[in-house]
């Protein structure tokens, strides 16, 4: 599995150094929530922090689009240090635009659902993708509760896609549920209020499996 803290939940005036103890506890990628207050009911913050941050780690940046209109965008996010850019299929009429924008500056490309929007949306981009990010809690914010239901998505994900497949998971993981999370499926698990709130380093590696 790769464990992907989610700086969401980060003390941003420390952030560097936040980054740095994720990277000390063996975490490889990083997670970057992007809101737009349109898409999502938030704001969270952009290319200004991430070019910023690109300066102190070569982690792995999977950045997170919850917003309007990726395509406006992406080309600017890989710019300022984007590994990964992951859109959501609700938030775009040009699905297979925005994958091929990033998959042409060889990046990893990333579809994700909202925990209401049915698997099948995303099934006709499935062979494009390099990734499916499940939502497993409304985007918007950290620190809110595991949708259950959205297990069967993963599993399904799973079945289809094969063993090698990168699936994603997003919002309510911690120490409790991982087990499950990776059982239905799961290979990627972002978590952000269980890594950061208290000391980084141990809830990572509690956390990892
Ligand atoms: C929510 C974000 C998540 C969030 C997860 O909209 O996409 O990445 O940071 O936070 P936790 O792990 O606290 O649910
Ligand atoms: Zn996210």
């Known amino acids: 599995m790769i464990l992907v803290p989610s700086i969401l939940s980060a003390d941003f005036g420390i952030l560097a150094e936040q980054i740095k103890k994720c990277e000390n506890a063996g975490a490889e990628w990083l997670h970057i929530d992007v809101m737009d207050g349109h898409f999502v009911p938030n704001i969270s913050f952009a290319m200004p922090v991430i070019k910023s941050i690109r300066k102190y780690t070569d982690m792995f940046f999977d950045v997170h689009l919850m917003i309007t209109e990726p395509e406006r965008y992406i080309n600017d996010f890989i710019d300022c240090g984007a590994d990964g850019v992951t859109f959501h299929i609700e938030a775009t009429d040009f699905p297979d635009r925005c994958i091929e924008m990033i998959r042409s500056r060889g990046k990893l490309a990333g579809i994700s659902i909202k925990p209401d929007t049915p698997v099948e949306r995303i099934i006709p981009y499935l062979e494009k993708v390099d990734m499916v990010l499940v939502m497993s809690v409304e985007p918007g914010y950290g620190g809110q509760e595991y949708i259950t239901a959205v297990n069967e998505k993963i599993k399904y994900l799973r079945e289809i896609k094969g063993e090698y497949f990168k699936i994603e998971v997003d919002g ?24 950061f709130n208290g000391d980084i380093e141990s809830n990572i590696k509690r956390l990892m499996r």
């Open 172 to 195: 309510g993981v911690r120490e409790n549920n991982i087990d499950s999370v990776l059982a239905a499926g799961a290979n990627v698990i972002v978590a952000g209020s269980a890594v």
